[in-house]
């Protein structure tokens, strides 16, 4: 909803490393500059951290290919539910070129993928999105692709893991987007009357539609460090009152300490932390 | 320059008023026009019509936010019997931008909830012009728990600008509160209307809205944000809004056609202020024949349906 909170961050791009398609954004410079402690920093040591800095730790940006990466065992991520496609239902204008733009230089069909995939060896069904597809907004498919998500978890009596990054609803289509985010709660309710566990892991940043839906919704909800959450942007907030905002506002730090999230786990831990959490809910392995 | 009023009204007065005067006028000098005079009333009456029949959506917008539109608080001492209110979330505050409570409706106890805006600006400070904070979400929560252990219906008033942005609200968990409620909402085991009586705003309005029928006056719009918001997030531009509120279809029509709503009830010509005891009337009946269908339904019924529908809600290619 509120695409101005990217403006505050800026997402320096670097040359991913996952299987997915290549990100044609990316430039061929060697170097790139830390956005946190603005050191300059070698690719390859960076790649070799889950994209942190090593100095700051300050965390990158991961597409979803280098999240698949770093969260689930090689190559067990089955995708499924690509073939969804958004379209221009209230003819918005600049929305068919918007969406054409994000599909070419992603190379992804909409902002969130789905797949089942298995972590140290526990299956499950595991969300993504990413925030360079149209802010990582959430409009028709993306609902539909989460509320499946949830429906194939309990299809299967999977856990459910959903990574966020977003900045809210697509208002390119208007309500049917606003309502996304009652579809989703809405499915999720079914899931958790089942009995079934869902871990929600909020990456920088989540705002808006996104945040007051599916990510605040689980069991669990971890985020990445310094990752920007709230439901309003920063920049709406600062607009509408005058107080001055302490330091780490809407930051997950800020959150953890108003007791709205489980945890803060850096993301070298995140793979661990989860393998921990399906094996503390009876999670059992394959094979 | 966007126009920031609705003053349709206030210039047809004005028109009326010279119109009076010109009769006045004419009958002292002896001149016998009262034939004209009366086709001439007839026909301004007939443009006003087709003025209020032809509204854009920036003015309906306008309207759904008029100063004299009647509050939620009007509507629910006008419908309803025995209203109590009761107050806060048990937890932190008592919210006045949504008002909640039990009241009876044609003999049957409701719980009835809503956002509140002030009548003046007194009020609306007092109310933070209805605009919610998490302790009103986790009020409505509570209430609507409530509901469900006494089996009552529950029927919500959805007129806000959106949840409110700010300090507080974050540090209490804003987004949390309102996911809360949006999941709570489909599983009640209770009958559940919705009405949208002036500007639904944003998710701050959806957190109201999840019901077995969604009305709406036919004056009023509901938005997945504001019109100025949008345009100043899409197009850098806040000066864009009027053009904006046609392009995200936030009137009562066309969120009909897109199947989002479920029934329009029909606002007197110049507006709900302009004759509310017209319009409640109508709501009332409304209100009457959809309970009723509503509770003819078994539980199993109910909570498909509404499920079904809430499941459908989307539009995409595969
Ligand atoms: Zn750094």
């Known amino acids: 909803m509120l695409k101005s909170t990217f403006g505050k961050q800026k997402l320096i791009p670097i040359p991913g490393s996952g299987r997915g398609p290549v990100d044609k954004t990316l430039p061929d410079e060697p170097g790139l500059k830390c956005p946190s402690c603005s050191r300059r920093l070698k690719e390859k040591e960076v790649k070799e951290q889950h994209k942190l800095c090593p100095h700051c730790g300050y965390h990158f940006p991961l597409n979803v290919w280098e999240r698949v990466e770093i969260m689930t065992d090689p190559d067990s991520f089955r995708e499924f539910g690509a073939g969804l496609r958004s379209f221009n239902i209230l003819d918005f204008p600049g929305y068919d070129e918007k969406l054409a733009q994000a599909i070419d230089e992603t190379g992804l069909s909409e902002a969130f993928i789905t797949g089942e995939a298995t972590i140290g060896g526990y299956p499950c069904v595991l969300g993504i999105l990413d925030a360079r597809f149209m802010m990582g907004s959430m409009g028709s498919v993306v609902g539909e692709k989460v509320s499946r998500a949830v429906e194939r978890a309990m299809e299967f009596n999977l856990p459910l893991i959903i990574c966020t990054a977003s900045g809210g609803a697509r208002m390119q289509e208007g309500m049917l987007s606003l309502l996304q985010m009652a579809k989703t709660a809405a499915v999720l309710g079914r899931f958790h009357q089942a009995g079934l566990l869902y871990i929600s892991i909020i990456t920088n940043p989540t705002t808006g539609g996104v945040s007051a839906s599916f990510a605040s919704l689980a069991d669990i909800i971890l985020a990445e460090p310094g990752a920007l959450i709230g439901f309003a942007g920063p920049r709406v907030i600062k607009q509408t009152i005058s107080e001055t905002l302490p330091a780490d506002f809407q930051k997950a730090e800020f959150m953890l300490g108003h007791g709205m999230l489980d945890g803060i786990v ?22 | 320059m966007v126009k920031r009023h609705f003053d349709y009204e206030e210039k047809y007065k004005n028109l009326r008023e010279k119109f009076q005067e010109l009769k006045k006028l004419s009958q002292s000098m002896d001149f ?45 001492e006008y419908l309803f019997e025995d209203w109590i209110e009761l107050h806060g979330d048990r937890c932190y505050g008592d919210d006045r931008a949504i008002i909640g409570g039990i009241a009876v409706f044609e003999g049957i106890p409701l719980t009835v909830l809503g956002h509140q805006k002030g009548k003046d600006t007194n009020e609306n400070l007092r109310n933070n012009f209805g605009m919610p904070h998490p302790e009103g979400f986790r009020k409505v929560e509570r209430l609507i728990g409530q509901a469900e252990k006494f089996k009552r219906p529950v029927i919500t008033f959805i007129d806000t600008p959106g949840a409110y942005p700010g300090l507080g609200a974050e540090e209490r968990g804003q987004a949390w509160a309102i996911a809360r409620v949006l999941m709570l909402f489909p599983q009640l ?21 999840v019901a077995d029928r969604l009305l709406m006056l036919s004056n009023s719009v509901f938005s997945v944000a504001s019109a100025e918001a949008c345009s100043s997030i899409i197009w850098k531009d806040a000066g864009r809004a009027e053009e904006m509120a046609s392009y995200l279809r936030v009137t009562a029509q066309d969120l009909k056609e897109l199947g989002i ?37 078994n539980r199993e019924q109910l909570l498909k349906q509404r499920y079904r529908k809430i499941r459908g809600i989307g539009r995409f290619l595969e």
Not at chain 1, 274 to 279: A, G, S, T, V
Not at chain 2, 40 to 67: A, C, F, Q
Not at chain 2, 270 to 284: E, I, M, P, R, V
Request: proline share 5%; charged share 25%; hydrophobic share 35%.
């Open chain 2, 32 to 76: 016998d026009l009262t034939q004209e005079f009366q086709q001439l009333e007839e026909k301004m009456e007939d443009i006003r019509g087709t003025k209020y029949h032809n509204l854009s959506p920036w003015e309906k917008v306008l309207l759904s936010r008029h100063p004299k539109r009647p509050v939620v608080k009007d509507y629910i």
């Open chain 1, 266 to 287: 850096e993301r070298g831990q995140l793979k661990k932390t989860l393998e921990l959490l399906l094996r503390l809910h009876g999670g059992v392995k394959h094979g």
């Open chain 2, 189 to 209: 085991q209770v009958p559940t209307i919705a009405i949208v009586t002036g500007e639904g705003g944003s998710g701050g309005a959806l957190a109201l809205s």
């Open chain 2, 261 to 297: 709503v479920d029934e329009i009830i029909p606002e007197p010509v110049g507006g709900a202020h302009q004759d509310f005891t017209a319009l409640a009337d109508s709501l009332k009946k409304s209100l009457e024949l959809n309970l009723k269908e509503l509770q003819a339904l």
